[in-house]
């Protein structure tokens, strides 16, 4: 009778545990929790694992809930900063899709359909730049990067730049658009328009920099280092509808990009600068504006540093002072100063140089003092102890 009991307890644990045993396969599986899927295993939700079902791959974090719409971070890169010091910092490895499948061997949209991310047939993502059907992509946090231009090593001045569709642009132009503007009296940003910044990439996808020829035209691509100011590294952008000083000698480029033509240009008009008179400036065959004196068509003309041409007016020159006419050459006979409320005249000579003494013109003598003025309508002026009397023409009288 003991014994039939035993046996009895015995089946009735087994029957009990194969009950239990199979509640729980039953229970197994996907499980919805709220918004969120789970997997059950022997019972439990699977945590910081992956799961095959139906030929995807998923995985649960933490917390037992199916990871989706964003990257695991489950690979280290190590690299080296500027002052030589390695770091290291976590990288995507793979992306669950919106369904919560890894994405495997090709693409899917992310960050809400920001954003492209891909991935190799295994699933692992590429990280910086990914040769994929032929052409060139860059990657960073896992997404891929499109319309920009990139320095991809840290320290190295060599830039690239990424098409709309994420290709990186090879042997021909680029160009950006991106927004300005200004800051009003209350510091609120005003945005004003959009501007296109244009970039020239190389067979090899490198964007120029300097000075370049393209198609038989000039072009300069912004370059560290180009002038005293241009002190920091920045992008080489194409200089257009401008006018600065590369190494020394200043230059204009056309809305196009192209160099400007030798020839006259009114500066204020050409770049709408708003004053009330012309600064022109001579463009030489080299491409660079003149300074200092030159001489056109047996005529002599005088550009200070900034290259603007003296126009109608009185300068300088090392001490000795010169006359330059609405043409801008140098004043060979009567000048009259254009900034005084008087009529004042001067007379130069053919070397430019203003008279400041006696001078005979035409059987009349006149008299300029030192700063080359006529004396006019003046009686009894007197010169070297003698006074003179000259007329309203400034013709010595008597």
Not at 16 to 42: H, R, V
Not at 52 to 71: I, R, T
Not at 196 to 216: E, F, H, M, P, R
Not at 327 to 355: H, Q
Request: proline share 2%; charged share 25%; hydrophobic share 35%.
């Amino acid at each position: 009778m003991k014994r039939f009991l035993v046996c009895f307890l015995t089946l009735s644990l087994i029957l009990t545990g194969l009950a239990t045993g199979a509640s729980a396969a039953a229970g197994d599986g996907w499980k919805q929790a709220g918004e969120e899927w789970q997997y059950f295993e022997n019972g439990e939700a699977v945590r910081e694992k992956w799961i095959q079902s139906n030929g995807k791959w998923y995985y649960f974090d933490g917390d037992g809930y199916m990871v989706h719409d964003q990257f695991l971070y489950l690979t280290e890169e190590t690299e080296t900063d500027e002052n030589g010091e390695s770091y290291t910092y976590n990288v995507p490895t793979y992306y669950m899709q919106s369904d919560g499948s890894m994405l495997a061997g090709g693409w899917s949209r992310c960050f809400n359909g920001k954003a492209w991310a891909y991935a190799y047939e295994d699933g692992t993502l590429p990280h910086k730049w990914a040769k994929i059907d032929g052409d060139w992509y860059y990657f960073s946090h896992g997404y891929m990067y499109e319309n920009t231009v990139i320095r991809p090593q840290e320290g190295v001045s060599t830039y690239y730049a990424i098409g709309k569709d994420g290709k990186m642009v090879t042997d021909g132009w680029f160009g950006r658009e991106y927004k300005y503007g200004h800051y009003d009296e209350n510091d609120q940003w005003i945005e004003d328009g959009t501007r296109t910044s244009w970039y020239y990439a190389n067979k090899d996808g490198v964007l120029l920099k300097g000075w370049q020829k393209i198609d038989g035209e000039w072009y300069f691509f912004y370059q560290k280092g180009y002038s005293e100011y241009a002190d920091f590294e920045n992008a080489p952008y194409m200089f257009s509808n401008v006018e600065p000083e590369i190494n020394g000698k200043y230059y204009i480029f056309e809305k196009s990009g192209t160099l400007a033509k030798s020839g006259w240009v009114d500066t204020n008009a050409k770049f709408e600068w708003g004053e009330d008179q012309p600064f022109w400036v001579y463009v030489g065959e080299d491409g660079a504006e003149k300074t200092g004196w030159f001489q056109l068509d047996g005529k002599w003309y005088y550009a200070n540093e900034w290259a603007w041409v003296a126009t109608n007016t009185l300068i300088d020159v090392n001490g000795v002072t010169y006359a330059f006419g609405k043409d801008c050459a140098l004043v060979d006979g009567w000048f009259k100063n254009p900034w005084s409320s008087s009529d004042i005249w001067y007379y130069s000579t053919e070397n430019g140089i203003l008279v400041s003494t006696w001078k005979q013109i035409d059987g009349v003598w006149y008299y300029f003092n030192e700063d080359g003025a006529m004396m006019h309508d003046v009686k009894d002026y007197v010169i070297d102890g003698k006074p003179y009397t000259f007329d309203k023409s400034g013709a010595w009288v008597k």
